[in-house]
């Protein structure tokens, strides 16, 4: 069972993230982190973007922050965010990756590191190739990863980068990427009940 | 549990973060500096580029180079420390210092002011500018301090690129600022040099927040920035040296990202500002 979903986005991300969030179902609640390239600004009201969830809040990321059950953590604009191995969240300033900051795959790396085999990372629309190599990552590390599918992605090249490196578990659209994390949530919570999950 | 990870450039495998500690470990055995409680992935990537640029495979390569070399650890020790920075940055964090600080510290005929991690000066000249232009600077002393003596030399000069100047006029001007930023400093040659009449009461000095102590109470601390690549106790340890510094009504700036909220410091910390990370010393009833 996944304990904690990240996911990476970039141009063309704010709608799929959307509507990702939005085909979650409520009870679904392992925090979720994302990094949407954004350009640095006023904060934002995330709920507006987003679209608002019953059950959960967004927060935006700040050092060292611990996650909860319902968290949808947003990366700020103009740090790397990370996650160190005792699970808490570090912000760092560093150079940017492939021109971002913050970078999907500083983040994606950081949580194969700190979650191995118990995180799910999730790729969707982008136009650079962010995001690629931290998926191949939490691939290595045993982790779930998913990719929006090229066709849908406003902008398909992130997807694409990641494809052209490896075959990801899953390829689809962003509410059949939601279905599929919701079931294999299900199926791995049955495993647990059954006492199967380690 | 196994991981095997091959981030953008190189694979990682269990002795990694083995060879790191004993790189870190070495350093504070040979040179004083103690790196062994920052935030490890951002630490992880610094080392990685130190590793890249020296054109070597591993952190015990790069040890046992720097063990015999002080010159080269002397290079190497600004990628360990250097952060980015920029004038009157989150501007709005400036004008909270000047609507909720200023005030107080003009009750005070002396004030101090401690600028810790001050890098290159950035933050240093941005805060002498507001003190100059609240008719503080005068009966204020800055300690800016820094663990890095390369940053402390290039904050003492004062030259910064010209190109950045626009940027910090923007925020100059977004912070509050009452005059003409370009009165402060003069141009020339793609350089812009700081006016020195502004450091007049600023005391440079080497400063570790990992292993030296209380030199001075406070009235004001800045530390921006900084705690972000510490983990969770040098981050405490930081903050019970702030403790022990700041003045019974003082206040403590922090980036805009930090929190007091995930410290053992939280308690003794009122918040004057939760989006700028501003705080003063919470009044004890003894």
Same mark, same amino acid.
């Given at each position: 069972?996944?304990?904690?979903?990240?996911?990476?986005?970039?141009?063309?991300?704010?709608?799929?993230?959307?509507?990702?969030?939005?085909?979650?179902?409520?009870?679904?609640?392992?925090?979720?982190?994302?990094?949407?390239? $954004?350009?640095?600004?006023?904060?934002?009201? $995330?709920?507006?973007?987003?679209?608002?969830? $019953?059950?959960?809040?967004?927060?935006?990321?700040?050092?060292?922050?611990?996650?909860?059950?319902?968290?949808?953590?947003?990366?700020?604009?103009?740090?790397?965010?990370?996650?160190?191995?005792?699970?808490?969240?570090?912000?760092?300033?560093?150079?940017?990756?492939?021109?971002?900051?913050?970078?999907?795959?500083?983040?994606?790396?950081?949580?194969?590191?700190?979650?191995?085999?118990?995180?799910?990372?999730?790729?969707?629309?982008?136009?650079?190739?962010?995001?690629?190599?931290?998926?191949?990552?939490?691939?290595?590390?045993?982790? $779930?990863?998913?990719?929006?599918?090229?066709?849908?992605?406003?902008?398909?090249?992130?997807?694409?980068?990641?494809?052209?490196?490896?075959?990801?578990?899953?390829?689809?659209?962003?509410?059949?990427?939601?279905?599929?994390l919701v079931q294999r949530r299900d199926i791995r919570s049955r495993d647990f009940v059954a006492g199967a999950h380690p | 549990m196994k991981v095997m990870i091959e981030p953008t450039l190189r694979l990682e495998?269990?002795?990694?973060?083995?060879?790191?500690?004993?790189?870190?470990?070495?350093?504070?055995?040979?040179?004083?500096?103690?790196f062994t409680h920052y935030a490890q992935n951002s630490m992880r990537r610094r080392i990685d580029a130190i590793m890249r640029e020296l054109k070597l495979k591993s952190a015990l390569d790069v040890l046992s180079?720097?063990?015999?070399?002080?010159?080269?650890?002397?290079?190497?020790?600004?990628?360990?420390?250097?952060?980015?920075?920029?004038?009157?940055?989150?501007?709005?964090?400036?004008?909270?210092?000047?609507?909720?600080?200023?005030?107080?510290?003009?009750?005070?005929?002396?004030?101090?002011?401690?600028?810790?991690?001050?890098?290159?000066?950035?933050?240093?000249?941005?805060?002498?500018?507001?003190?100059?232009?609240?008719?503080?600077?005068?009966?204020?002393?800055?300690?800016?301090?820094?663990?890095?003596?390369?940053?402390?030399?290039?904050?003492?000069?004062?030259?910064?690129?010209?190109?950045?100047?626009?940027?910090?006029?923007?925020?100059?001007?977004?912070?509050?600022?009452?005059?003409?930023?370009?009165?402060?400093?003069?141009?020339?040659?793609?350089?812009?040099?700081?006016?020195?009449?502004?450091?007049?009461?600023?005391?440079?000095?080497?400063?570790?927040?990992?292993?030296?102590?209380?030199?001075?109470?406070?009235?004001?601390?800045?530390?921006?920035?900084?705690?972000?690549?510490?983990?969770?106790?040098?981050?405490?340890?930081?903050?019970?040296?702030?403790?022990?510094?700041?003045?019974?009504?003082?206040?403590?700036?922090?980036?805009?990202?930090?929190?007091?909220?995930?410290?053992?410091?939280?308690?003794?910390?009122?918040?004057?500002?939760?989006?700028?990370?501003?705080?003063?010393?919470?009044?004890?009833?003894?």
């Open positions: 069972m996944p304990e904690v979903i990240v996911v990476g986005a970039s141009a063309g991300g704010v709608v799929a993230l959307r509507e990702f969030l939005k085909a979650l179902p409520l009870y679904f609640r392992p925090p979720i982190v994302i990094v949407q390239h $954004l350009p640095k600004g006023p904060r934002l009201d $995330l709920e507006l973007i987003y679209g608002r969830r $019953l059950n959960s809040r967004y927060l935006e990321a700040e050092d060292k922050m611990r996650l909860r059950e319902g968290d949808i953590v947003m990366a700020a604009p103009d740090y790397h965010l990370a996650f160190e191995k005792d699970g808490h969240l570090s912000l760092s300033q560093d150079a940017p990756v492939y021109f971002s900051r913050p970078s999907i795959d500083i983040l994606f790396e950081s949580a194969a590191i700190a979650f191995g085999s118990s995180v799910a990372a999730v790729l969707m629309s982008g136009a650079s190739q962010d995001g690629a190599n931290g998926l191949l990552c939490v691939h290595r590390a045993g982790g $779930l990863t998913i990719v929006q599918d090229p066709h849908e992605a406003q902008n398909p090249t992130m997807p694409k980068s990641a494809l052209a490196l490896f075959q990801p578990d899953f390829v689809g659209t962003v509410c059949e990427i939601a279905d599929f | 495998d269990e002795n990694g973060p083995i060879e790191r500690e004993l790189l870190l470990r070495g350093i504070q055995l040979k040179y004083g500096y103690d180079l720097i063990l015999h070399n002080r010159k080269l650890f002397d290079d190497v020790l600004p990628q360990l420390t250097i952060g980015v920075s920029e004038m009157f940055r989150d501007p709005a964090f400036f004008r909270a210092i000047r609507e909720n600080v200023v005030p107080v510290l003009k009750t005070f005929p002396r004030v101090t002011i401690w600028c810790a991690g001050c890098s290159t000066g950035e933050e240093v000249f941005s805060l002498a500018i507001l003190l100059h232009e609240e008719g503080l600077l005068d009966r204020a002393t800055i300690f800016a301090t820094d663990i890095n003596p390369s940053a402390l030399r290039a904050a003492r000069e004062g030259i910064y690129p010209a190109d950045e100047m626009k940027e910090n006029t923007r925020n100059y001007l977004a912070s509050g600022g009452r005059s003409v930023f370009n009165t402060y400093y003069t141009a020339d040659y793609g350089f812009a040099k700081m006016d020195k009449s502004l450091l007049k009461n600023v005391v440079f000095s080497e400063h570790n927040l990992a292993t030296d102590g209380v030199f001075a109470e406070c009235q004001l601390i800045l530390c921006r920035n900084v705690l972000i690549y510490f983990d969770p106790i040098l981050q405490n340890r930081a903050l019970d040296l702030f403790m022990g510094s700041i003045h019974p009504s003082g206040f403590l700036g922090l980036g805009s990202k930090e929190s007091l909220k995930f410290t053992t410091h939280a308690n003794d910390f009122d918040v004057v500002d939760e989006r700028w990370k501003l705080y003063q010393r919470r009044r004890t009833h003894a």
